[in-house]
C-alpha cells in the first residue's frame, strides 16, 4: 500500500463518497414498486442509466487521451450532483424517472471510467490487479452500508426522498476532493505510449473478443442481483436483504486485502472456470431462499465471485492491449459490464413478470455463468495473439 502515490489514496476516499450514494440507489426499485411499478418497469428505468454509462464510456475513453482527467472526473462528479438533486422530484412513474435515470448515466460513466483510468495510470503497471482490487472496495462496500442504511431509515419512516437527499451531498465531498487532486496532478503525468485510433480493432484478438463477452456475462448476473434481489427478499421471504449485502461485502473485503497477490499468480485458466462456476451455482442456489442459512451461504458464493472476477478480469482486459490502449481498454470493460447489467435487468425483468416468479431469472443468470465458465476454458481464450498485443498478466506477476 505505501507503494501506491498519495493521489491513489484521494481517489478511493472520493470513489467511496461517490459509491456511498450511489448505492442508495439500489433502493431505487423498491421505491418504483411503491409507486405501482412492474418488474419489466423496474428492469428497465433501473438500468436505463446502463446505456449512457456504455456510450459515456466509449468515448469518454477518446477523450481521456486529450483533456485533463482532473477536470473530466470533476465534469462527471458535477453530473451526478445534479441528478441525485433531481431525484426527490419524482413522486409518479413519469417522464423524470427516464430522464434522470439518462443523467445519472452519463454522469457515471464519466466518474467511473476516469477514476479506474488514473488508478491505472498512477500506479506501478506489475501491481494493477492489486490496485485496482483495492480501490474497488471503496465502492463494492457502499453496496452493503448504503442498503443497510436506507432500509433502517425506510423502518424508521423516512421518506425515500430524504434518503436520496444523502446522496447529494455525500457526491458533493467527492466533487470538492477533486479541487485537491489537482495539485497532484503531475504525479499522472506519465508516458502513455501511442493512443492508437480506433476501439473496434481490440477486437480482432481473439482473446479480447472473449474476455469482453465474459464481462458482459458476469456484469449481467450482477445487475440482476442489484436490480431484483432486494424485491425477491422482500416479496417470498421473511429475511433482510441487507444481510445478503453485508456478508458478501465482509467476504469481498477479505479476499482483496489479503489473496489479491496470490491471486495474480495462479494459473488464470482455472480460477476464472472456478470462479464463473460457483456464480453459477450461487444463483441456482436462489430456487431455495427460503432459510437465512442459505442466504448466507449464497452471500459468501456472491462474494467469492465479486471479489475475484471484477479486480482480474479488468486488469486481465487492460493488460490484453498495448500502453497506449489502456484508457480505451478500461473504458471498454466498464462499458461491457454496465451493458451486461442493463441487458440482463431489462429482458429477465420481462421474464420475472410472464412466469410469475424471479427465480427465472436467476436460473437464466446462472446458466449465463456456465456459458462463461465454457468461453473461458476454450484454448482460444488464451493463446498468444498475432500483432503486436502480447501482453500476458503472468508475465508481470
Request: proline residues 2%.
Amino acid at each position: 500500500m505505501r507503494k501506491f502515490p498519495r493521489i491513489y489514496y484521494y481517489m478511493a476516499l472520493a470513489n467511496l463518497f461517490f459509491f456511498l450514494g450511489n448505492s442508495f440507489f439500489i433502493l431505487f426499485p423498491i421505491y418504483l414498486k411503491g409507486l405501482g411499478a412492474a418488474e419489466s418497469y423496474i428492469g428497465l428505468m433501473n438500468n436505463l442509466d446502463k446505456l449512457l454509462v456504455i456510450i459515456g464510456s466509449v468515448y469518454t475513453g477518446t477523450l481521456i487521451h486529450r483533456h485533463d482527467r482532473i477536470r473530466l472526473l470533476r465534469l462527471g462528479y458535477c453530473i451526478l450532483f445534479i441528478a441525485y438533486a433531481v431525484y426527490p422530484f419524482i413522486t409518479t412513474l413519469s417522464w423524470l424517472v427516464p430522464a434522470v435515470r439518462i443523467l445519472h448515466g452519463a454522469g457515471f460513466a464519466v466518474a467511473m471510467v476516469l477514476g479506474t483510468t488514473i488508478v491505472f495510470e498512477c500506479v506501478p503497471r506489475e501491481r494493477a490487479t492489486e490496485a485496482i482490487g483495492i480501490y474497488g472496495i471503496t465502492g463494492a462496500i457502499t453496496n452493503a452500508v448504503s442498503p443497510a442504511i436506507g432500509e433502517f431509515l425506510l423502518g424508521q419512516g423516512v421518506q425515500h426522498r430524504y434518503i436520496f437527499l444523502i446522496s447529494v451531498t455525500l457526491v458533493a465531498l467527492s466533487l470538492g476532493l477533486t479541487f485537491y487532486m489537482s495539485r497532484l496532478h503531475p504525479v499522472l503525468d506519465v508516458s502513455n505510449g501511442k493512443n492508437l485510433d480506433g476501439t473496434l480493432r481490440l477486437f480482432r484478438d481473439r482473446r479480447y473478443l472473449l474476455f469482453s463477452a465474459a464481462t458482459f456475462i458476469f456484469g449481467g448476473a450482477f445487475g440482476v442481483i442489484i436490480t431484483f434481489f432486494p424485491n425477491f427478499v422482500r416479496t417470498t421471504t421473511d429475511l433482510s436483504f441487507s444481510v445478503f449485502f453485508l456478508l458478501y461485502i465482509a467476504v469481498l473485503i477479505l479476499i482483496r486485502f489479503t489473496g489479491l497477490r496470490t491471486i495474480e499468480r495462479a494459473e488464470k485458466r482455472n480460477l476464472f472456470v472456478a470462479v464463473f462456476v460457483i456464480g453459477a451455482g450461487m444463483n441456482f442456489f436462489m430456487n431455495a431462499m427460503d432459510s437465512l442459512a442459505m442466504m448466507l451461504l449464497v452471500g459468501v458464493m456472491y462474494g467469492v465471485t465479486h471479489g475475484v472476477l471484477y479486480p482480474v478480469l479488468n486488469a486481465h482486459l487492460v493488460g490484453l492491449v498495448e500502453e497506449g490502449d489502456r484508457g480505451k481498454s478500461n473504458a471498454v470493460f466498464t462499458a461491457l459490464f454496465n451493458g451486461g447489467m442493463m441487458a440482463f435487468a431489462f429482458g429477465l425483468g420481462f421474464l420475472i413478470d410472464f412466469t410469475g416468479t424471479y427465480t427465472a431469472a436467476f436460473n437464466v443468470a446462472g446458466g449465463a455463468f456456465l456459458l462463461g465458465a465454457a468461453l473461458l476454458a476454450t484454448t482460444a481464450a488464451w493463446r498468444k495473439a498475432d500483432g503486436n498485443i502480447e501482453l500476458n498478466i503472468r508475465k508481470r506477476t
